[in-house]
DNA sequence: CATGAATGAGATTTCATTCAT
DNA sequence: TATGAATGAAATCTCATTCAT
């Protein structure tokens, strides 16, 4: 039973690892060898955790992307009304994004590679229930019926993009300007 | 008169070879070998015309980032009134993206890619007329006051989130959604 | 145990196949492929060893000098008064030269490349020991008070420069004639 | 009359431009490109005065040879009497050497890399009649009857040893000092 | 489970030499 | 003569992966 533990933890190490380099350096100039040391482990035993590099990143990747859409349902937005769980769920995805800049700059890299075209999208319990939502204000008549990537684009791309600036040092907002960039998301969607 | 262009030629040959490639596979599994062969050129050459694969790789960003500069500005937006300045300039980005998806995929990837800090952005005189017109906009009390990339993300930022999507498949727009998108971008940040 | 010193066994097989090469074919001209075939080993595992190729050359010329200085000491010259201790020692130099081609070639051909410029000399005891016995033949007034590097262009570096000659096989020296030079060493620098 | 004149231009400037870099650089190091370059010439024309980088390396070597052999000369010692002529060679030699670093450098990089055992040395008229002059030092019993490269590496081997650390600057010597060298190398020779 | 030396294919880059102009 | 773009073989070095211990 403690080695049990050992070797999550050494595998939750070597991803650890991966993500500090991968969101530093990128996916090229991240080498194994650089994740063992990094990771404080050795090289070989990545191999017992994970396949090739390819099944390592891809790991990593659904781990946060699992991560991230838990975050999104923080503070039960299904309880809420139009247009409040809306901007609770913006929220949370800011949230998220500025509170993870390492899994922000990840995520962007691996989804903007050819990479992950190679990979299939794993389905998600929280991303369905959240689709459940967005079908519901669809069928309410609140939200205006856009193609799903388009209200994607246009509300959480939105913050994603707004998150990655504030990372790299070239963009400050206040919440009073965050509030309004809030509003303007809602704006852009509502019926 | 013909043979003297031929070294630009070749310099413009291994720009799109890299372009290709690169959006392709990526920035890793893009070696330049294969950009020699693809490109129609030696290898040696190519580093006659670049100082090494990073410089090649931040020539073509740079040749890219103009040429889409230079596309939001057909059709001479400064000479419409708002909001249809606006549109026009949306709409060029978007027509950009979808009739380059190379140049889209290349752009995405390396401006995700921690690669891109390393160099400092060039000034370029379309975006510098662009910023120009918002300042206007933004005087004129048309548009609501919110920091410039905000308002980059709430526009153009969805015009290159949706036609990644098309240009990968898992999207497609008609004239009257697309003109919906657009009035939805406007809605967002209309005062 | 034998295979605890298996990794040592490597980086010795390196040191020594460089040293035969380079003392053959000179700097340019010993690739790093030819070292590992030479040496039997792969090329990558060069590069674990040593950072790159100038650290290995100049890793080779620090071990070289060392038991070069070793040599030297061979027969303990401090036990024996002047000028016996100054022939022995020039006869240690001598004898190493001549049975140590390789290391010959090799020490002639780094000292005389603008290479050696760019590190600094390591100290090596038995260097020190040997500078001590000369300030002490210096100060007994046994030898002329010549600058350090005259002193040794004088006595080693003629022993060097004969060893070269008898190497490349355009010299032949009875034990008579070398007897005779040493004695034209002693007096050349004798008080 | 005027281009043939331009061509042996050309041609001095390639030979000092090659001496420049290969005493600065090293042979390794020292790339075709770089030599035109710094000669202010282009790569193709190199090839027009020398057969290859090998030919270049060697006429550089036998010019610069017979520049310092007649260097050896200056003064007429064939009109002194033992011992002056020898010193006066001696000073000559290092006369040479330390207001030809470059040439000096050069020289003991040529002579001690294996480069130089593919060609045989050229004859040399002022050599000649150098050995003549030893020849005579010998039957008269001046010298002690040493092989050639014994007294070779006890004179002028001791002249460029003590140039070559004055050039790197890990020496400096009075005139009194050197003259007083010059007879220990006297001393080390005469009968 | 764990290590890290070892491999070797392949990546980037260099450079002597050629040749069209 | 003169240029310098062009070639391509070869050099240096990297790195995903394996395996003996």
Not at 99 to 113: G, K
Request: aromatic content about 10%.
């Amino acid at each position: 039973m403690v080695t049990k533990t050992v070797g999550k933890n050494k595998q939750k190490a070597i991803l650890t690892g991966t993500l500090a380099l991968i969101s530093e350096r990128g996916f090229h100039d991240t080498p194994m060898s650089l994740i063992a040391q990094r990771s404080g482990v050795s090289t070989g035993i990545i191999y017992h955790y994970f396949e090739n590099k390819d099944d390592l990143i891809h790991t990593l990747y659904q781990r946060i992307k699992q991560e991230f859409s838990a975050a999104l349902l923080v503070g039960d937005p299904h309880e809420l009304p139009w247009p409040d769980h809306l901007k609770l769920i913006w929220m949370n995805a800011y949230h998220y994004y500025i509170t993870h800049p390492a899994e922000t700059m990840f995520l962007e890299q691996y989804e903007n590679s050819p990479y992950h075209l190679k990979w299939e999208e794993m389905p998600d319990e929280n991303f369905t229930r959240l689709y459940a939502l967005i079908e519901q204000d669809l069928a309410a008549g609140f939200m205006r019926p856009l193609p799903d990537p388009a209200l994607y684009a246009l509300t959480l791309g939105v913050a994603s993009s707004l998150a990655k600036q504030q990372i790299e040092g070239t963009l400050k907002l206040s919440a009073d300007q965050l509030a309004e960039i809030a509003n303007a998301v809602c704006r852009a969607i509502a019926a």
